[in-house]
């Protein structure tokens, strides 16, 4: 259970509200940067933080990212002419720079230096690992670059796909560290979906569906670690990564690719759910790209031409009862992602947390939370930068590792759960 | 046309969820198992809360306590618990853990077992109290604030 006004503070994230502030204290992905594939391509529209941007790349191959609208009259700038270094707007000509500083208006006289007291809200827009990211802060308190491991291999070892999901961005991070889940919704996926399928500690998973969790505080957030039984008494860990806010990782499997997700607001009745897999120390196969470009493991197929998943809430997302009834999936929605977005989803746009019944494995939630209202407590009584700005915070794995008994999970993986290069993942 | 889901999991619907209350109170027993924890809980416990009690139990034989100094049954604290909290701090001096864990696995009681200050302790005193809380708790907490107990028992409805 969380209070109403806890509850609306880490859910509302527009500008000015505390939660708000706090995401704009990082390096967010905006856009995947195949969504401007070439110097004065068309725009792009982008809505993130409950605010309405248009992204760009002009003629010289720079990222614009600025409020969407024309500080003539309002129009959409999506319908502007993306030419000659700047952004036209389609109405009477007004033309911005990537800045957001609009550098033509047809109908005064250059001379009068009308154009410079026009300019737009606009925001750093970066290219990293496929990814477009951007920073909606302060400018002076911009923090570095992100250095998240999975933008920082070689592009044949990574993959990012993302979609839209219709219920705000908690509902969906909670999801991702919501380890109780995994043993009912996708039990019918791990021998199954080729991103999964094979490993070793699949077995571990089936042969012992009643796992004993621990939470413990990371740096930049949390450490979720699920234990089952292994051999001569030994734990088999599962450890998930959580770093603030909305950065989380799945341990991986065998010699599958690691996954993980970014969860996004776009307002507080949607986020975007970005998610990535990456090897340390190879590249992605063939094999494994198709599947996921295919839509499995923690990817989805598409409506044609939109971010939206193919199967949604209009659909009712191609729930298939015959394959739940022969337990063939859980739920009867086929998919990782969708099993658990369809759930979410249910919720209504913001769950009401006051009328939920959380129990004793729901710690690694409440911990979250818990520590998400202290962060925003300090960053807007004290100024302190929030957990997870640090790029030390972002170097981090998760982790699949057998430990004996008696020893901490964050001990005995202490080493797995930092990223370093050319190291192999730990994982069974 | 639009489907089942499209409908209900709409904003508008959701003005329309049934308002009785969905549960009823839990019993959660808040046990400290040493000197480390006992600060802890009593701190917690002047908090007022409608379904949560608090003990000490710091020696390895039946001598649960409350916070007055009266002495408890375990087997009693367990039959009507829905819950049990097994506090302790670093160090492995947590000796009554298995004597409440045995009740509390007897009992199909739900148990969370809850290290306070964590926050620079060595491995190996983490350690010590690792191997005497884990194998009576289905969920371990490791948190380098005490104040997480509040947000913990908030939410738990204590």
Redo the contacts between chains.
């Keep these: 259970?969380?209070?109403k006004e806890q509850s609306d503070q880490l859910t509302q994230t527009g500008p000015g509200t505390p939660m708000g502030l706090m995401f704009r204290s990082y390096w967010i992905p905006a856009l995947l940067a195949a969504e401007l594939p070439e110097n004065d391509c068309p725009p792009v529209r982008a809505k993130l933080l409950s605010e309405r941007l248009i992204a760009f790349r002009d003629s010289r191959g720079r990222y614009g990212l600025m409020d969407e609208f024309c500080a003539h009259r309002g129009v959409s700038l999506w319908f502007g002419r993306n030419e000659e270094c700047g952004l036209r707007c389609a109405y009477h000509g007004w033309k911005y720079d990537v800045t957001g500083q609009c550098i033509e208006v047809p109908s005064e006289p250059e001379a009068s230096g009308f154009a410079k007291k026009i300019t737009l809200r606009s925001y750093p827009l970066v290219e990293r690992g496929g990814i477009l990211w951007t920073y909606m802060g302060p400018p002076a308190a911009q923090p570095p670059l992100p250095e998240w491991e999975f933008i920082t291999v070689p592009p044949p070892q990574t993959f990012t796909s993302k979609r839209i999901q219709?219920s705000n961005w908690l509902q969906a991070m909670e999801g991702g560290i919501d380890s109780s889940h995994v043993s009912f919704l996708h039990r019918g996926d791990l021998n199954s979906d080729p991103l999964f399928k094979g490993a070793r500690g699949n077995q571990y998973n089936l042969n012992d569906s009643r796992p004993?969790?621990?939470?413990?505080?990371s740096a930049g957030g949390l450490h979720i670690g699920a234990r089952r039984n292994a051999e001569a008494g030994h734990y088999y860990w599962r450890i998930t990564q959580w770093v603030m806010p909305s950065f989380t990782m799945i341990a991986p499997r065998g010699n599958h690719a690691v996954h993980g997700h970014f969860w996004i607001p776009s307002d507080d009745?949607s986020c975007w759910a970005w998610s990535f897999d990456y090897h340390p120390i190879r590249e992605l196969t063939a094999t494994e790209l198709a599947a996921m470009r295919d839509g499995k493991g923690i990817h989805v197929r598409y409506i044609p031409g939109t971010y939206r998943p193919l199967a949604n809430?209009?659909?009712?997302?191609l729930i298939d009862r015959a394959a739940q009834k022969a337990g063939r999936t859980f739920s009867g929605v086929e998919g990782i992602a969708m099993q658990d977005a369809?759930l979410q989803?249910?919720?209504?746009?913001?769950v009401?947390r006051t009328?939920e019944?959380?129990?004793?494995?729901?710690?690694g939630i409440?911990?979250a939370?818990?520590r998400l209202?202290?962060a925003v407590k300090a960053l807007i009584d004290n100024g302190v930068v929030p957990p997870g700005v640090d790029p030390i915070h972002q170097k981090v794995r998760s982790a699949a590792i057998v430990l004996p008994?008696?020893?901490?999970f964050?001990?005995g993986a202490r080493e797995a759960l930092i990223a370093r290069p050319d190291i192999a993942p730990a994982s069974v | 046309m639009q489907s089942e889901s499209a409908r209900m999991s709409s904003a508008a619907e959701a003005r329309f969820r049934v308002q009785a209350p969905n549960s009823t109170p839990r019993a959660i027993k808040v046990i400290a198992l040493d000197a480390a924890a006992e600060v802890a809980i009593r701190r917690l416990a002047r908090t007022g809360w409608a379904h949560a009690t608090f003990f000490t139990a710091k020696s390895p034989d039946d001598a649960l306590s409350d916070l007055a100094g009266a002495h408890c049954h375990t087997e009693d604290e367990v039959d009507t618990a829905d819950l049990v909290v097994l506090i302790a701090g670093p160090g492995g001096r947590a000796y009554a853990a298995t004597l409440i864990g045995e009740a509390c696995s007897a009992r199909r009681v739900m148990t969370t077992g809850f290290v306070v200050d964590a926050l620079g302790a060595s491995d190996r005193e983490l350690s010590k109290t690792l191997a005497q809380l884990r194998p009576w708790s289905l969920m371990v907490v490791i948190a380098n604030s005490d104040e997480y107990l509040d947000d913990m028992m908030t939410a738990l409805r204590a």
Excluded: C, W
């Design positions: 259970m969380l209070r219709e004993v969790f621990e939470v413990a505080e009745e809430k209009d659909n009712d997302y369809s989803e249910s919720m209504g746009p913001v009401d009328k019944n959380l129990v004793s494995t729901d710690n409440i911990m939370r818990h209202l202290r008994p008696d020893v901490p964050t001990e």
